[in-house]
């Protein structure tokens, strides 16, 4: 019996071991906005692609991605509608998968519906004719139907709440036009989320934008609303946000809010809210990183969040931005940041948070197509094609794997890693990203051509078993393992 639990832990563990890489989309045919992890453990990305060469259209698109390598199962193009994007994806309680996008050439929101296998169940367009909407936000309501939430592309406050039966036919339609707390020169509305309470009600999240351009002062609104649509309250942020800002319950049924101020000087603003938001039960300022737009809860209770930082050179002039993530404590408290300065981006568009605890980010590429960065729980990348190419790349062996005493962690590089030794740093985490040991080093080989580090790390006896990632890092570069401790 134990000989078969070290033989499928040993496989859990090979599976783990290929679970970071970089996958980029170049060609400017294709962008993502939306990712889903689905039920088999990989991906479902969704997007548009230009299709009909030479006469380009975008048609609606989605894509199968696994996990374990980031290769792609060939996508599905939807051409009709002629012009058409998809913009978000979510699961359904049948487990499947429901896609939403919008239609150009009739103004109209796109709902599809597929199946656990991605086979097509139904697709539906809503909308009134000769009303241009935009952006439908999704989320599955408490009868196993769906909301669409999206916004009227008509320089108005006004946005629209679709509510769908389990087949994507349409139960009612509400239009919501300037409410309490809107500025009178707002421009557009940007729906943000949707999500069920617990008295069996409704809270919606929406932006709007009072300043056309340079896209500055945004407004907050939360609205609460009955299963019938009608409004129970409406409230506003006590901040001016940009637009790109979102927000989520949490475990103990609060709502936590992450956003930036869009004036000189950006701000990430973190604010913890109650039930009903009437009362701000805690608020982080961060002056950098800045610019952050989504935000998910761990399994610790913490969160992280995802973002970009803008990037200029020394005359000022805006280049590419980079991506980050940054973990916080279940107070809002900063754990650690990491940058991912090797590849820059136009602008983030998704941000999953996976079953083991990783990460998959999803951003827009300045000359067009899209990238997705899959880490670990503490946000790295731990297999990365461009990484394995470097030379001078150090590689971390760990002997025995599983091991239920203590095991051994040897390092080498090609290069001279001795260099480095008042730098390098070996740490012990656990899947939630809590540090397990900070180990001590054991130099050997100084005048080797290949420079070797061992270190052996011994459980304390507090320490259960389970799968631990061995962290090891430089000031300029870290790669982890995986590692099975049977007691």
Not at 140 to 153: D, S
């Amino acid at each position: 019996m134990r000989k078969s639990i070290i033989i499928l832990s040993i496989l859990f563990l090979v599976a783990l071991s290929f679970a970071g890489w970089k996958k980029v989309f170049a060609s400017w045919s294709y962008s993502f906005y939306d990712a889903v992890q689905t039920s088999d453990g990989n991906f479902l990305i969704i997007g548009f692609k230009y299709a009909d060469f030479p006469i380009l259209r975008n048609c609606l698109y989605w894509r199968h991605i696994y996990r374990e390598t980031g290769l792609t199962i060939p996508g599905r193009v939807y051409k009709d509608p002629d012009y058409s994007e998809g913009y978000y994806v979510i699961k359904t309680k049948d487990k499947g998968y429901l896609i939403t996008g919008e239609d150009y050439s009739t103004g109209k929101i796109i709902a599809i519906k597929l199946d656990s296998s991605f086979s097509l169940q139904w697709r539906k367009m809503h909308g009134r004719l000769g009303g241009y909407t935009a952006a439908p936000i999704t989320c599955c309501t408490q009868e196993g139907g769906y909301f669409l939430f999206h916004f009227l592309m008509d320089f108005t406050s006004r946005f629209n709440l679709i509510k769908l039966d389990s087949l994507g036919d349409s139960i009612w339609i509400r239009d919501y036009d300037t409410l309490i707390g809107t500025p009178p020169d707002s421009y557009d509305t940007y729906p943000k989320f949707v999500v069920n309470t617990l008295d069996m009600n409704y809270i919606l999240g929406l932006a709007i934008q009072c300043t056309w351009f340079p896209y500055v002062d945004t407004s907050y609104l939360f609205i609460k609303i009955d299963e019938s649509g009608d409004i129970i309250w409406t409230k506003s942020s006590d901040i001016i946000y940009s637009s790109r800002c979102s927000c989520i319950p949490t475990f103990d049924s609060c709502f936590i809010h992450v956003g930036y101020t869009d004036r000189p000087g950006r701000e990430t603003v973190v604010t913890k809210y109650d039930r009903e938001f009437d009362t701000i039960l805690w608020r982080k300022i961060y002056r950098h990183p800045k610019n952050a737009s989504h935000i998910v809860q761990t399994s610790d209770s913490g969160y992280v969040i995802f973002g970009r930082i803008p990037n200029s050179d020394s005359t000022g002039t805006h280049l590419n931005d980079y991506m980050f993530l940054m973990k916080l404590d279940p107070n809002g408290d900063s754990l650690w940041c990491k940058i991912y300065d090797e590849d820059t981006c136009f602008g983030v568009r998704s941000f999953v948070l996976l079953d083991d605890g990783g990460f998959l980010m999803l951003a827009h590429l300045s000359g067009g197509g899209s990238i997705l960065i899959l880490t670990d729980s503490l946000g790295d990348v731990r297999v990365s094609e461009p990484l394995l190419q470097k030379p001078e790349e150090f590689s971390v062996t760990v002997s025995p794997n599983p091991f239920n005493s203590s095991c051994a962690i040897m390092i080498c590089q090609h290069s001279r890693l001795h260099r480095d030794c008042a730098t390098l740093k070996v740490e012990i985490f656990d899947l939630r990203g809590r540090l397990v040991s900070l180990l001590s080093s054991h130099v050997e080989g100084h005048k080797a051509p290949s420079s070797k580090r061992s270190y052996v790390w011994q459980p304390e006896q507090s320490v259960s078993s389970g799968i631990y990632i061995v962290k090891v890092s430089t000031d300029n570069r870290s790669t982890s393992k995986n590692i099975l401790y049977l007691k």
